[in-house]
């Protein structure tokens, strides 16, 4: 019975990982796709693994600043646009 019920936790953890895995691979393509830079890319990147691998750890103005990058840095090109978002996002998410 013991044993059962650890297997259980072990699958239902294992689940939730994949789970876990999977939304993390969806953020990294979607914010990906339409990247125009290294450094937009290292943006998404960064706020991508914040929100889903240490989504838990984030204070609410933690997830802000990544989800305000999320939404507004791909596609951005040109090194004073990706300043400026990152600071918006900042001043958003009062980092």
């Known amino acids: ?48 693994y914040a929100l889903y691998r240490n989504g838990e750890l984030l204070l609410p103005r933690e997830r802000a600043y990544h989800e305000c990058i999320l939404q507004n840095m791909p596609g951005a090109r040109e090194p004073s646009a990706i300043s400026r978002i990152a600071q918006i996002c900042s001043r958003r998410g009062q980092m």
């Open 1 to 48: 019975m013991r044993t059962a019920i650890g297997l259980l936790g072990l699958l239902t953890a294992h689940a939730a990982l994949a789970d876990d895995q999977s939304s993390y691979d969806d953020c990294m393509l979607a914010g990906l796709r339409d990247a125009r830079s290294e450094v937009a890319s290292n943006y998404i990147q960064r706020s991508c």
